[in-house]
């Protein structure tokens, strides 16, 4: 069975820094492509951050690049999300999610349950 | 990027009457499309992706049709469990994107 355990959130002052993680289990992290995706509190959802399944590439939405950086560790089957200079406006709960993939395109089927990132003073 | 306008915004249906919810494309994203559902304090599920093929254990009763710009989501006969959240979403441009959401809620 595919699941997906966030950890890492919590209150944090703008400017500051945070470490998201998402602990896989049921297949391995290695294979898939996996991304991050947020939802301020009562919106909807954002997309945030994939990486390939090769670990090759990566790519941000705009709102977030050159201040947070996806990875992950095969070894641990770990995905994380390293998340710098935050703003109030990243307050959000982050979910990841594995996607799957055809030969031309990739949709999430398993996502986490969230954890809550909170950035104020 | 690619817009997705979802609407109504807010759906009353009573249990067991059909629903249908609506979703534009600002531009052609073929049928790499897909709809999921959320309940209040739980996660994103997947429900139908290239536009029209039900995931893993989703219940006959959700269909999706539609392709290039305009895709529709058919509840035939609502039951309880529905009733939540339903969120669009393409994946055939970076970056992907979300409709802002169709609300499902008993009438």
């Known amino acids: 069975e595919v699941q997906l355990l966030e950890s890492g959130g919590g209150l944090v002052q703008p400017g500051g820094s945070l470490r998201l993680s998402c602990a896989a289990s049921?297949?391995?992290?290695?294979?898939?492509?996996m991304s991050w995706v947020r939802q301020a509190p009562g919106k909807g959802l954002e997309w945030v951050s994939v990486?390939?399944?090769?670990?090759?590439?990566?790519f941000y939405a705009d709102s977030v690049k050159g201040r947070f950086t996806i990875s992950r560790d095969n070894s641990k089957n770990t995905l994380y999300l390293q998340m710098n200079s935050l703003r109030a406006e990243d307050t959000a709960v982050f979910y990841c999610?594995?996607?799957?993939?055809?030969?031309?395109?990739?949709?999430?089927?398993?996502w986490g349950q969230g954890t809550l990132v909170t950035v104020s003073s | 990027e690619i817009v997705m306008t979802q609407s109504p915004a807010t759906l009353s249906v009573s249990p067991g009457e059909r629903a249908t919810l609506s979703c534009r494309a600002s531009?052609?994203?073929?049928?790499?499309f897909a709809w999921y559902q959320q309940k209040p304090g739980q996660a994103p599920r997947l429900l139908i992706y290239?536009?029209?093929t039900r995931a893993t254990g989703v219940p006959a009763r959700f269909s999706g049709s539609g392709s290039g710009t305009e895709f529709t989501l058919t509840i035939s006969s609502l039951q309880s469990e529905d009733f939540a959240v339903y969120y669009c979403?393409?994946?055939?441009?970076?970056?992907?994107?979300f409709g802002q959401g169709t609300r499902l809620e008993i009438k």
């Open positions: 999610a594995k996607e799957a993939c055809s030969s031309t395109s990739c949709w999430m089927d398993y």
């Open positions: 049921g297949f391995t992290i290695g294979s898939y492509a």
């Open positions: 990486l390939s399944g090769s670990g090759t590439s990566t």
């Open positions: 531009q052609t994203v073929s049928s790499n």
């Open positions: 290239g536009a029209s």
């Open positions: 979403q393409q994946y055939n441009n970076w970056p992907v994107t």
